[in-house]
Nanobody, 120 residues
Framework: QVQLVESGGGLVQPGGSLRLSCAAS????????MGWYRQAPGKQRELVAA???????NYADSVKGRFTISRDSAKNTVYLQMNTLKPEDTAVYYC??????????????WGQGTQVTVSS
């Protein structure tokens, strides 16, 4: 199977920065896209940023100019650099991967989530 493991969350003051990482491992044949979603208390899960295997990138309007998604294809890892953080960025951040396994199955995989809290 496939596992996505996130790291890098934590508590930061408004205006601060954090860098999230997500490493995919297991029986991976191909990764079509990876991305980050977030879910705040009482709200639906929303897309933050995504990057395809071809390098196309998509950001939520609320994070454009502040967050940067990048990837290391050799390591099956995606990063989210978050700058100028705001209290409204507080949420659990989930890594997502559109992955085909070695057995030919293609589907979405999710990490366990990492808490990001922006507060003074």
């Amino acid at each position: 199977q496939v596992q996505l493991v996130e790291s890098g969350g934590g508590l930061v003051q408004p205006g601060g920065s954090l860098r999230l990482s997500c490493a995919a491992s297991g029986s991976i044949f191909s990764i079509y896209a990876m991305g980050w979603y977030r879910q705040a208390p009482g709200k639906q899960r929303e897309l933050v940023a995504a990057i395809t295997s071809g390098g196309s990138i998509n950001y939520a309007d609320s994070v454009k100019g502040r967050f940067t998604i990048s990837r290391d294809s050799a390591k099956n890892t995606v990063y989210l650099q978050m700058n100028t953080l705001k209290p409204e960025d507080t949420a659990v951040y989930y890594c997502n991967g559109d992955i085909r396994t070695g057995w030919g199955q293609r589907r979405a995989y999710w990490g366990q989530g990492t808490q990001v809290t922006v507060s003074s």
